[in-house]
Nanobody, 125 residues
């Protein structure tokens, strides 16, 4: 099983940018697809973006299309989420998950105790 650690969150004003990192342990990371998820205050955790193991295929939630970009560096065992044109509604805790298949499963497909600590993103208006 691949262990992942999220980082890169922070507080920005609307229209700003952040880049989140998801660092994986071990060589197995390159064989996994990766999903980024967001849990906004008072809401269910949702899939924001997913990327296939090779990085060749990506998918995005409609709410972030054209603003967010997911990437994966298998040499660095790290996946990224570039977040541009941020909006207050993007505020939440962001998590990543490695998945053996693609497309990555929705948030409801993961056991509750499988989530890491995540990284907080706060966008002020």
């Amino acid at each position: 099983q691949v262990q992942l650690v999220e980082s890169g969150g922070g507080q920005v004003q609307a229209g700003g940018s952040l880049r989140l990192s998801c660092a994986g342990s071990g060589h197995a990371f390159r064989n996994y697809a990766v999903g980024w998820y967001c849990q906004a205050p008072g809401k269910e955790r949702e899939l924001v973006a997913g990327i296939a193991w090779s990085g060749g295929t990506r998918n995005y939630a409609d709410s972030v299309k054209g603003r967010f970009s997911i990437s994966k560096d298998n040499n660095e065992n790290t996946a990224y989420l570039q977040m541009n044109s941020l909006k207050p509604e993007d505020t939440g805790v962001y998590y990543c998950h490695a998945d053996a298949g693609y497309p990555v499963r929705p948030a409801s497909g993961w056991p509750e105790d499988s989530w890491g600590q995540g990284t907080q993103v706060t966008v002020s208006s």
